[in-house]
T-cell receptor, first 113, second 113 residues
């Protein structure tokens, strides 16, 4: 079955460390997205990519970095510059408008310890 | 500046009754609207969408209404079931080919047996 896989489901990071969250899709979607969810804040866009080797900053890109070397993969690195990294991170992909919007992964819960 | 607003953080209804979730938007460029349903610690799943050329779209127990002049849309669930208890996100997209969605903060629906 096609879908989006995020790993790991839970991740613990020490302060000052960089961590990378994985997102892989086998839906042949061109566009991929990273969102962050905090209580009461809804979904906030971190980065998105509409084509391989190209990506754009979203609303809250500071302290994060991404790469899009393959169509299937869009990893997110949470750097030590991100002041409040504890959150639920969601990856999504889309084929095009009018087709149901995004398909989301199951998320990664990142906790700074 | 919040372009998509869900002003009710929570809603509680009795099983079998109608649930009405509301969403307002400020950007007149939005022309495609979606509703997503999200359970805790999971990714959102697509529920129903509507294009700005329509004012109503139905899918089983779910109906979305769009009032462009008021920049308002609503999701009706009839009849409500306990399994509908979740957080519902309203999302909108702008013209120009961009597939980036703007999400509201969500409304937590609780359907009581």
């Amino acid at each position: 079955d096609g879908g989006i896989t995020q790993s790991p489901k839970y991740l613990f990071r020490k302060e000052g460390q960089n961590v990378t969250l994985s997102c892989e899709q086998n839906l042949n979607h061109d566009a991929m997205y990273w969102y962050r969810q905090d209580p009461g804040q809804g979904l906030r866009l971190i980065y998105y990519s509409q084509i391989v080797n190209d990506f754009q900053k979203g609303d809250i890109a500071e302290g994060y970095s991404v790469s899009r070397e393959k169509k299937e993969s869009f990893p997110l690195t949470v750097t030590s510059a991100q002041k409040n990294p504890t959150a639920f991170y969601l990856c999504a992909s889309s084929m095009g408008r009018g087709t149901g919007g995004y398909t989301f992964g199951s998320g990664t819960r990142l906790t700074v310890v | 500046d919040q372009q998509v607003k869900q002003n009710s953080p929570s809603l509680s209804v009795q099983e079998g009754r109608i649930s009405i979730l509301n969403c307002d938007y400020t950007n007149s460029m939005f022309d495609y609207f979606l509703w997503y349903k999200k359970y805790p610690a999971e990714g959102p799943t697509f529920l129903i969408s509507i294009s700005s050329i329509k004012d109503k779209n139905e899918d089983g127990r779910f109906t979305v209404f769009l009032n462009k002049s008021a920049k308002h849309l609503s999701l009706h669930i009839v009849p409500s079931q306990p399994g509908d208890s979740a957080v519902y996100f309203c999302a909108a997209s702008v013209r120009g080919g961009s597939e980036k969605l703007v999400f509201g903060k969500g409304t937590k629906l609780t359907v009581n047996p």
